[in-house]
Nanobody, 121 residues
Framework: QVQLVESGGGLVQAGGSLRLSCAAS????????MGWYRQTPGKQRELVAD???????RYTNSVKGRFTISRDNSKNTVSLQMNSLKPEDTAVYYC???????????????WGQGTQVTVSS
C-alpha cells in the first residue's frame, strides 16, 4: 500500500521560510512525477510545483522565484523549500505522486494527508 508521509508545515511570519518534505513508500516510483498541491477553504486544490524523475520542474506562477522543489530518487522523497512566504501562501499543502507500481500493477494518483502552512502578516 502506497503511503505518502508529509512533514514540515507550521506557522511563520511573512517573509520567512519553511521546508516541506514527503516520503513515499509501498510502491515502485521509477516513472513517477512527484509534486505539491495546496488548497484553501472553498477553493479547488491547485498545483504548486512538481518534478519528474529526471528533474524537470513546473511551478505555478505565484511561487516562481520563491519556492524550489527537489527530489531524492534513491529515497523516494520530494521536498519544497518555500522562501519569502506571503500570507496568500497560507493553505493546506498536499504531497502527490501520479503513479506507482504496486504488486506488479500500475496504480495512479496518490495523496498525502496534508500539512498546514500558515503565514501571518
Amino acid at each position: 500500500q502506497v503511503q505518502l508521509v508529509e512533514s514540515g508545515g507550521g506557522l511563520v511570519q511573512a517573509g520567512g521560510s519553511l521546508r516541506l518534505s514527503c516520503a513515499a513508500s509501498g510502491g515502485v516510483f521509477s516513472a513517477t512525477a512527484m509534486g505539491w498541491y495546496r488548497q484553501t477553504p472553498g477553493k479547488q486544490r491547485e498545483l504548486v510545483a512538481d518534478i519528474s524523475r529526471g528533474g524537470a520542474t513546473r511551478y505555478t506562477n505565484s511561487v516562481k522565484g520563491r519556492f524550489t522543489i527537489s527530489r531524492d530518487n534513491s529515497k523516494n522523497t520530494v521536498s519544497l523549500q518555500m522562501n519569502s512566504l506571503k500570507p496568500e501562501d497560507t493553505a493546506v499543502y498536499y504531497c502527490h505522486v501520479d503513479r506507482a507500481i504496486v504488486a506488479g500493477t500500475w496504480r495512479f494518483d496518490y495523496w498525502g494527508q496534508g500539512t498546514q502552512v500558515t503565514v501571518s502578516s
